[in-house]
Every structure is written in C-alpha cells, then in structure tokens.
C-alpha cells in the first residue's frame, strides 16, 4: 500500500519530477479543492506517484506516467461553476491541462496522451498507449478514495461517539 507521504521519501521518483514540482503552476494546484477534502496538487501526486510505481512494476515508461501523471490536471477553472461550448468538463479539462503543461515542460507524444485521454471512460477516445490506459484507472482509484475517507472518517468518528458511552 502506497502512503501518502512515500512519494517524499523515494529519491528516483523525485528526480523524475523535482523540475515540475518547482514550477509556480504546479504549486497553486495546492489552493484548489478535488474531491471534496483534498486538493489537486495532493490528488496529482498521488496519480503521478502510484502511476510510477506501478510503471515500474510492470517494465512500462514510468518516467512519463510519472510526469504527465503530475501534470493530469493542469487546469485552474471551478468545474462546479464553469461551463464551456466545446464539450463537458471531462471532455475539456484534458485538452486545458495538456495546453498547460505544454507551457512548462516538453511533453513526448506518450505523456501528451496520458494526460488527454486521462478521462477515458466518461470520454470515448481510447488511449493509444498501456501507459495512459494505466494513469486513468490510478485516476478514479485515487478519486475514489479521495471522496470517500472523508466519509469513512465521519462513520468512524459517530461510531467511536455512540459505543464510548457518552451517547
Ligand atoms: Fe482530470
Ligand atoms: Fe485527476
């Protein structure tokens, strides 16, 4: 199981991705909520991380899930509030993140497509990489995860209320 912190700790991973995690736009992801109590700068690492060591596993380019599994969700807008002509938030918010990244780094042709096809499922075209396929699933995995232990935290928190004898 991958902790939170591992990330941190792990000197290969952090070379593949000190230059990003330096830039400005990477940083502010810090100030935005994703799934409910996290924000996405948390959320974009640990996609990027679990992508990574999973990549490694299986003797896959790690480095570009690595990297473009950072930068998945390089956009900026409130998609609870924010509505665009050419498509639905899945559909638009790859295409911004991929622009966006193209701004601070150089991307091969694979991490472009991690990052584009990162909504694959609730968008039709399929990754064209095992790569991509792989950054999409850790995605909803770690969105999954994500919006649920605030939950989980709750219950737990009412249950240790209920069965302390206080109630
Ligand atoms: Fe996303
Ligand atoms: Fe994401």
Wanted: charged share 25%; proline share 3%; net charge positive.
């Amino acid at each position: 199981m991958i902790r939170q912190s591992d990330w941190q700790h792990d000197s290969q991973y952090m070379a593949i991705v000190a230059d990003l995690l330096i830039k400005p736009e990477v940083c502010k992801l810090k100030d935005i909520t994703q799934h409910i109590n996290s924000n996405r700068l948390d959320h974009s690492i640990m996609v990027s991380y679990k992508s990574y060591v999973l990549g490694k596993k299986m003797h896959l380019d790690y480095k570009a899930m690595a990297r473009a599994g950072l930068l998945h969700d390089l956009f900026y807008y409130d998609w609870r509030t924010t509505k665009f002509n050419e498509g639905s938030h899945a559909y638009v918010h790859p295409r911004i993140a991929l622009d966006n990244a193209k701004k601070i780094t150089k991307l091969s042709k694979k991490e472009a497509d991690i990052i584009v096809k990162h909504m694959w499922g609730a968008t039709v075209a399929p990754p064209k990489y095992i790569e991509s396929a792989i950054v999409s699933f850790v995605d909803d995995q770690c969105a999954i995860v994500e919006a649920s232990i605030p939950f989980f935290k709750t219950k737990y928190a009412k249950l240790k209320f209920k069965f302390s004898g206080v109630s």
